[in-house]
């Protein structure tokens, strides 16, 4: 089964959402925006969800985490949660 390791940044709004990546392009540490603004637990750690089967995020975050390129950031995502950027680390 294939598996990856990703980090986001989880926001209400789409609007905030392409705020974030804005300032992420421009050089911001995603580390430090996701422990300052995202809503969700893994802010703590600066976003990182670890690694992680195929399958088990919600549809709309997998499909971006298994499909789209490795280490660039994606989104704004839209799931039932919110607005995500969501950078993939690695898949295996």
């Given at each position: 089964?294939?598996?990856?390791?990703?980090?986001?940044?989880?926001?209400?709004?789409?609007e905030e959402a392409e705020k974030l990546k804005k300032?992420?392009?421009?050089?911001?540490?995603?580390?430090?925006?996701?422990?300052?603004?995202?809503?969700?637990n893994s802010a703590k750690k600066g976003g990182d969800l670890g690694e992680f089967p195929q399958g088990r995020m919600l549809k709309a975050f997998d499909n971006t985490v298994f499909n789209k390129p490795v280490l660039k950031v994606h989104g704004p995502?839209?799931?039932k949660f919110g607005y995500h950027l969501i950078e993939t680390i690695y898949r295996n």
């Open positions: 089964m294939a598996r990856a390791c990703a980090r986001h940044i989880l926001v209400r709004t789409k300032q992420l392009a421009s050089g911001a540490d995603f580390t430090i925006l996701a422990k300052k603004y995202s809503q969700c995502v839209k799931t």
